[in-house]
């Protein structure tokens, strides 16, 4: 199918095809107001090392500047606390304190330090803001107590420290235009699909109502299909004169009709010729002959011989009018 044809199709289908577009186009405006947005919003905090590493670290310089120690254990204590915030029970304790959101934990994309990404998404921009805080804090509670739990001295705990704070919330708009696309597109494909099976059915339904249209037409005409026998062979004795006397030749048809009589081969055989006058009435035969006057188109009788001794040859006519 070409794109004529689809056009073609489309014109004569518009009826289907019209209404279906303009639902397809409610359904895309009525999703994308119905859908709530979905915003985002995003914390940053990062390890530090304990007092005590830190003094450790800068002795004898009377520095204890926290910045000026990152070591590589931070960032594995980094990633253990960030898959201990997404534990079911972490997740529970979270939601009675109010943090209804989803939310997800990851070190920060391209960070050479302990740098942790806090991600969290919801529709009310005022509550999203206040469970994004929530969950930094927590975070901060939560390496407290894993580090208290294992008997660690408050001297010697890795420290929390906020980098970045929750950020205003922004529109996600990617998942409410799937809505929106899948709503509008579907019922255009939908559409187009319909659109073409009608016309499918609708040619199907032409295709079987001919052959039934030129039956009923032919019967109601009267006519049928009549068998037409092939001429025979003009018999190879036949005299090459007899195109003269009405017979059919190969380049000329008979415009006569022949009634034979005669016998066995080797006898004479008559031939009547009727002849439609050129104008004027038919005459009619009386009996036996043809009426005195008869016009020159009268029928006449040929004799033709097939004795091959004839005289003549092998075609010998005698016409006799009367």
Do not use: C
Request: glycine fraction near 8%; charged fraction near 20%; aromatic fraction near 4%.
């Amino acid at each position: 199918m070409d794109l004529g044809e689809i056009l073609s199709v489309v014109r004569t289908r518009w009826y289907i095809l019209l209404p279906m577009l303009l639902l397809a186009v409610g359904l895309g405006v009525g999703a994308f107001v119905m859908v709530p947005t979905s915003y985002e919003s995003t914390t940053t905090v990062s390890l530090l090392n304990s007092q005590s590493a830190t003094a450790a670290a800068t002795e004898g310089e009377n520095n204890d500047n926290p910045f000026l120690n990152f070591n590589g254990s931070l960032v594995a204590t980094a990633d253990f606390l960030g898959r201990s915030l997404q534990s079911n029970d972490a997740q529970a304790e979270l939601l009675k304190m109010g943090v209804t959101e989803d939310f997800e934990v990851a070190l920060a994309e391209g960070a050479q330090g302990p740098f942790l990404t806090f991600t969290v998404t919801g529709t009310d921009q005022a509550h999203l803001l206040t469970s994004t805080a929530t969950i930094a804090k927590y975070a901060e509670e939560r390496l407290v107590k894993i580090q208290a739990v294992n008997g660690v001295k408050p001297q010697d705990m890795i420290r929390l420290t906020e980098i970045i704070p929750p950020q205003k919330p922004e529109a996600q708009l990617k998942d409410k235009l799937k809505m929106v696309i899948a709503a509008g597109g579907g019922t255009t494909a939908l559409a187009l699909l319909l659109t073409f099976v009608v016309e499918s059915v609708a040619r199907s339904r032409r295709r079987r109502r001919q052959p039934a249209a030129a039956t009923t037409s032919s019967a109601a005409g009267g006519s049928a299909s009549v068998p037409v026998r092939p001429s025979p062979a003009r018999p190879a004795h036949q005299p090459p004169n007899a195109a003269r006397n009405g017979a059919a030749t190969p380049d000329k048809p008979a415009v006569a009709s022949a009634e034979r009589r005669g016998g066995a081969v080797g006898s004479e055989e008559t031939l009547i010729l009727n002849v439609r006058p050129a104008s004027g009435p038919i005459p009619r035969r009386d009996g036996a002959g043809w009426p005195v006057g008869a016009p020159p188109s009268a029928p006449s009788t040929t004799y033709r011989s097939h004795e091959r001794s004839h005289p003549r040859g092998q075609s010998a006519d005698r016409r006799n009018r009367g």
